[in-house]
């Protein structure tokens, strides 16, 4: 029930990742808005007969509402009946639900949010993109161990490269958090190249970089709104004379696959890294293309064990910290 | 003596602003290397023997180098021998002689680097983009009354649209900064309209946006980076097929006319508000053009009062504060 045409492109999504995978999805949400579809051999129903608003409050929803959606979801995970739970509802109330259900993994300060970011050259994990506004150093370097694992399995990068977003490149550049959360991310088990711009995020230098939430959900809106302007301007400018619009069209097959690299429907959900379970969070605007997309990342994440993995090293990593 | 190919793109700069405005310029800099030049009537030579590298350190170089071309120009504007001072230097050290030559304007707590974004509908003043990593909320209050003047000014605003940088637009969106900042905007004597994200800033939504130098810079690098990296990808898929190139030739002047929107040497160079005395700054890399704006931007300023207005309107705004 979570995108803004729910549960459209979630029916949808069903059938085609059954088509894919051949297996069942489960879908949660009220029974008589799922249930005696055509294609509902493609998926199971757990009813949930509540509906999250985008006016409820987070934290109070996550407890006034058991039955929403969302809360059933989290409970599949937290009964191991489920192994990932995609949704394309609220951020804040998905966020909320799953601290309220499923806690974090033991020793985390605070579950982030860590997108996958097109770059020059692949792919690059950002932690944290807006799940935590005012963050320590401690926290950073959490995003960086959670960001790492995640590169490694689900992305495949051995040894993933971990950058600090920052103003400079220089040790000693940036605010008070980035000169306080350096040496921390040097000093442990992790594959740090230092401090990277933008710049350098994006020409691909680094498999992970790490940020505040703050920082980190002016840098991807940002991202989200000069690519748009330029998309825009483009736009406009060719349209202006009749020879620029014919010069236009031959090339639209290259503004496509520019389109394309820029689609956030691409890259399927946003990992919450941290709660005690698989939880992977789409855009409201989500269509049935970016639904599959997450679930097909989502199946990634488990095939690669990510959560043993993320319980296991955290508990290894964190013991070496506080050692 | 400040850009990277110092002194070309100056001694270039000085004869086309003479052609232009009919004025000589004063350049300070080695006098050997500025004069006997068949341009030579186009300007005055201030004799700066010391030259500033990039590996001195700021502070200490503004005190041990008296005899910079920075230095002397800032003694230039301190003498009122000169309105306004232009250079295309390091910019730590250009902030450094500014604050030990010209101080601050009564009241101010930090100066703040104020450059002017092109955006959908115009242009937008973002202040700070760099100079003050660390920020409290009175700072961010400073910013917005130097911002405002300096539209009002300089860019023809009248009643400036004042916004805060954040990342939503509700209101309690935001880290502490920015929930703290809102209040003091809000009572003080500015438009203020409220919270923006980065897509409201670029539709042209306000014509100043205040924002920690920290945040500002990340917003600047991530929007010079996405708008490179975008330019690129489509680049190269324009050439992938003969058919798509065939197009992309076609529509040249549709892509020039955008790149000139995103051509920082446009916009003239960064005003740095709040020390006692005109003082602008370009980029290194500033080119001839790049500084002949910036020295009309500085005339601008000149004509329009600028250093006075800021020195009686924040002396009233910091009264009633303080009140």
Request: aromatic share 6%; proline share 6%.
């Amino acid at each position: 029930m979570g995108s803004d045409s729910a549960p459209g492109p979630e029916l949808a999504a069903a059938a085609q990742a059954y088509g894919r995978w051949g297996e069942p999805l489960t879908l949660t949400g009220p029974r008589r808005l799922l249930e005696n579809r055509v294609d509902s051999s493609a998926f199971e129903v757990a009813d949930a007969p509540e509906i999250l608003e985008m006016t409820d409050k987070p934290a109070e929803a996550a407890r006034q509402k058991p039955r929403s959606s969302m809360a059933v979801g989290m409970d599949l995970l937290k009964r191991g009946v489920a192994d990932a739970f995609v949704t394309a509802g609220n951020t804040g109330g998905a966020m909320a639900t799953a601290l309220f259900k499923l806690g974090r993994i033991p020793g985390v300060k605070r579950p982030a949010l860590g997108p996958v970011f097109p770059v020059r050259s692949g792919s690059t994990v950002v932690v944290d993109i807006g799940a935590n506004v005012e963050c320590k150093p401690e926290y950073l370097l959490q995003f960086a161990i959670m960001g790492s694992i995640y590169a490694e399995l689900v992305l495949n990068r051995p040894n993933p490269r971990v950058g600090l977003l920052s103003t400079g490149e220089e040790e000693g550049k940036g605010n008070d958090l980035v000169r306080q959360t350096a040496p921390l991310l040097k000093a442990a088990d992790l594959n740090f190249i230092g401090n990277l711009e933008p710049k350098d995020l994006y020409a691909g230098m680094a498999d992970v970089v790490v940020t505040d939430g703050f920082t980190g959900n002016v840098f991807l809106k940002t991202s989200e709104a000069v690519a748009a302007l330029l998309v825009d301007w483009l736009r406009t400018e060719i349209r202006a004379s009749p020879i620029s619009a014919a010069g236009g069209w031959l090339a639209r097959p290259a503004f496509r696959r520019v389109s394309r690299l820029l689609d956030p429907s691409e890259y399927g959900a946003v990992p919450l890294l941290g709660v005690d379970g698989l939880v992977f969070i789409g855009h409201g605007r989500s269509t049935d293309r970016a639904l599959v997309n997450a679930i097909r990342v989502a199946r990634e994440a488990v095939s690669a064990g990510l959560l043993q993995a993320l319980r296991q090293r955290l508990a290894v990593a964190l013991a070496g910290v506080a050692g």
